[in-house]
């Protein structure tokens, strides 16, 4: 515990005293918008060549920087958003947060976040920024402790499952959504009620002197948490709202359709947040993120094409997902980029770009503001997944390692593959055979990473 403890305090220590990696001066470090939505494919996205209209989140790829190498922390919610706040592996968490937890689960009650596990609210809150969480948490429920008040954000606004029912900002008929520790009745749909919230907040940033996070986490276009009075249990059913299901009446699918007006709420959501952030001035200073949580679920209308592999598999499709930076007069407008990326390396940079330097033994991630600002080239990257067994969603373990092209990877049912990505992005041949050496070297890093991945007492590093 006190190994923990130290280093966490050793980490806010370095954050208070702002080491800068270079010379960024108070009025200069940027507000931070990072916009993340749910269960949102790299297909459902129209600047990502996706049918359903999506002209804001497409207006910040004409405003700023498109990836298209962009990887998730993992392919499922939990362990995603564990890596993107931390900037650390999932793998290396507390509680083995590798799968999704479960709200009515009494098995998940005491697992989540942990105190010792440092997020990127909390070090930016420390050098003088306002922090917000507004939407979906989903790294604990069951103890206070576990709530993001505790983790560095002043506020929160927004639900800590999976998902909610859209009209009742419930889970299936259970209070969860919250006004910092509380739960509060809300009247409205969850997308607009998070986008409201949002708007507030930032109005309210205006007259303020210090910069500010937004963590701006819709549960959108996830699937609803309905109720079934008839059977007594929550039931997942899709909610759009009718006067969007009209704008996607071309889309023939049923699910596809009901999808594609959750993902317009969502776009219009995001396009009145862009606004607030012009009708404040607050647009020239600050950084828009926006990326997704992993791949989609075809089941629910979600679409990870032409990628092989969905949500759940650490296929590229479930772990490829669309990723676009704005930051006016800062990242050039209308360029794009594949270098290789991923969720873990926001925390570093943030860092960077707010000038202060936590030590570099917390993250799996790395500073790439060079490449968001200057076009630099990272080089060859090693990036490592692991999927948990979850027995009532029927899911058992997955693996995968990158490394510079060549990728790794064993499934749930213990077959195991290697793609070359340049030459086979969609990930049809295996090789496994024909390089017989590369699979072994990658199968043994596997083994190796996940080893030394494994968490110490109280995931102390």
């Not at 949580?293 to 094409?305: A, C, I, L, T």
């Not at 990158?402 to 049912?413: E, H, V």
């Amino acid at each position: 515990m006190l190994r923990s403890m130290n280093w966490k305090v050793c980490l806010l220590a370095v954050a208070v005293c702002g080491i800068l990696y270079r010379s960024v001066g108070a009025d200069d470090r940027p507000n931070i918008v990072l916009i993340f939505t749910d269960d949102q494919g790299i297909h459902d996205v129209g600047c990502y060549g996706s049918e359903i209209p999506t002209p804001h989140i497409d207006s910040l790829a004409q405003d700023g920087l498109k990836c298209t190498n962009w990887y998730s922390a993992s392919s499922i919610c939990t362990p995603s958003r564990y890596g993107l706040l931390t900037g650390r592996n999932p793998s290396r968490s507390q509680d083995q947060l590798l799968g999704a937890l479960m709200f009515l689960g009494e098995e998940d009650a005491s697992r989540g976040i942990h105190a010792e596990e440092t997020t990127i609210a909390e070090v930016l809150a420390e050098a003088g920024y306002t922090t917000a969480l507004l939407g979906k948490w989903h790294l604990g429920h069951g103890a206070t402790s576990f709530l993001p008040t505790q983790h560095g954000f002043d506020l929160f606004q927004g639900h800590t499952a999976g998902c909610v029912d859209y009209f009742t900002m419930t889970y299936g008929i259970m209070p969860d959504w919250y006004h910092g520790e509380k739960h509060v009745s809300v009247n409205g749909y969850a997308t607009d009620v998070i986008t409201q919230d949002a708007v507030d907040f930032l109005r309210q940033q205006k007259t303020q002197e210090n910069p500010f996070f937004l963590y701006l986490s819709y549960n959108a276009p996830h699937f609803g948490k309905g109720w079934s009075p008839a059977e007594e249990k929550t039931v997942n059913i899709m909610q759009p709202q009718a006067s969007e299901l009209k704008r996607v009446s071309f889309i023939e699918d049923k699910i596809r359709r009901e999808f594609a007006a959750m993902t317009i709420s969502l776009d219009d959501g995001i396009g009145r947040v862009l606004q607030a952030l012009k009708q404040n001035r607050l647009e020239e200073e600050t950084l828009v993120v926006f990326l997704t949580d992993h791949g989609g679920d075809p089941v629910y209308g979600g679409s990870n094409v032409p990628y092989r592999g969905d949500k759940a598999t650490l296929f590229e499709g479930g772990l490829r997902v669309p990723a676009i930076f704005r930051w006016p007069g800062k990242i050039p407008a209308g360029k794009t980029t594949d270098e290789v990326m991923w969720s873990l390396d926001l925390f570093p940079t943030f860092c960077e770009l707010a000038g202060v330097s936590p030590s570099v033994k917390s993250f799996d991630g790395r500073d790439v503001a060079g490449v968001l600002l200057e076009g630099e080239a990272l080089g060859e990257r090693e990036l490592f997944w692991e999927l948990g067994a979850h027995k009532r969603l029927d899911r058992t373990p997955w693996t995968a390692v990158r490394k510079g092209n060549w990728k790794y990877l064993q499934d749930a049912a213990g077959e195991e593959y290697l793609f070359d990505l340049d030459a086979d992005p969609y990930e049809k041949q295996n090789l496994a055979d024909q390089k017989s050496g590369r699979f072994q070297t990658l199968r043994a890093r596997r083994d190796a990473l996940i080893r030394e991945y494994r968490p110490n007492p109280l995931g102390t590093p």
